[in-house]
């Protein structure tokens, strides 16, 4: 198993471009999720899918959108880059121990994707 | 007031001290994680608890429902401990977390 995950690592954006991060697991998890870590702060949640083709807004949505078609994939895009997006992204994801609103199990991270919005 | 707030903030210690990390929260949880994320960036899940006590290796983390408030334990500290902690929590009937801000550790050889 790779577990999660992203592409690119690294990327520079100039300001109002647009690009798609990617993630992938291969764990077959229902739940996935997109956060963002700014310098020396704690991690946010920007979006948040809890299976095929259902997304819902995090904390942070604004400027951002997102999309589940398979259970594998979960995409963030950036439509109009902006510097305030200049960030660490991780996608993570988990799946539950049980169904409807029960305890889920530990999220697995991806490596992680470093932004820099210039 | 922060939902999940962690302290210490920065915590520096010298190498097979015993370390506590701890973690107080204000909301309703179905769970608590503990996560690590390592100077390069990457971050690993370390325990989920819903009650008691977990242990892995050398570590250990504790959670009290009642008083709201979980523990990470780090017996024997090593260098390679040293990290930035994470305590975050599950709402009750909600998919999302409530992260805290993190403990910076530094194990001193």
């Known amino acids: 198993n790779a577990g999660v995950t992203q592409t690119p690592k690294f990327r520079i954006l100039k300001i109002g471009q647009s690009m798609t991060l990617q993630c992938t697991q291969d764990m077959n998890h229902n739940y996935m999720y997109w956060y963002r870590q700014d310098p020396g702060m704690g991690l946010k949640l920007i979006y948040y899918s809890v299976g095929a083709g259902i997304t819902d807004k995090g904390e942070v949505p604004n400027g951002y959108n997102v999309s589940r078609s398979t259970t594998e994939d979960f995409p963030l895009r950036l439509e109009l880059a902006a510097p305030s997006q200049t960030s660490v992204y991780f996608c993570a994801s988990s799946h539950t121990l049980w169904g409807g609103g029960g305890l889920k199990e530990t999220q697995y991270f991806g490596p992680g994707t470093r932004l820099l919005v210039l | 007031k922060n939902e999940v707030e962690q302290s210490p903030q920065n915590l520096t210690a010298q190498e097979g001290e015993f370390i506590t990390i701890n973690c107080s929260y204000s909301v309703g949880i179905s769970a608590l994680h503990w996560l690590q994320q390592h100077p390069g960036g990457g971050i690993v899940s370390l325990f989920m608890?819903?009650?008691?006590?977990k242990k892995h290796g050398r570590l250990i983390a504790t959670i009290n429902i009642q008083e709201k408030h979980s523990s990470l334990h780090i017996t024997a500290s090593h260098p390679r401990d040293s990290a930035v902690y994470i305590c975050?929590?599950?709402?009750?009937?909600?998919?999302?977390?409530?992260w805290g801000a993190g403990t910076k550790l530094i194990i001193k050889p």
């Open positions: 975050a929590v599950e709402v009750d009937s909600n998919y999302q977390l409530i």
């Open positions: 608890l819903s009650s008691g006590k």
